[in-house]
């Protein structure tokens, strides 16, 4: 049977968020083979767009909630 493990998020501070700017500008000439976008706008609605197919997205997405929740590296 498979381990339950407790999500603790970490958090930086209540409404804190970094500019969304300076993260595109930082990915920038990064050489990624695929890339997800995954953006919520002012207005409560959700914004996705990625350079691989749907599929792929899923995947890089499940990789990445698992480096989220367990930390280190997929």
């Given amino acids: 049977m498979g ?3 407790k999500f603790e998020p970490v958090e930086v501070g209540e409404g804190f968020r970094f500019d969304a700017d300076e993260i595109l500008e930082d990915a920038k000439g990064q050489g990624f083979t695929k890339i997800a976008i995954l953006a919520e706008r002012p207005d409560g ?6 350079s691989a197919n749907a ?3 899923l995947v890089l997405m499940e990789l ?3 480096q989220i929740i367990f930390g280190g590296e997929g």
């Fill in 45 to 50: 609605t959700i914004w996705v767009t990625g």
């Fill in 55 to 57: 599929g792929e997205t």
């Fill in 64 to 66: 990445a909630k698992h």
């Fill in 3 to 5: 381990e339950v493990h």
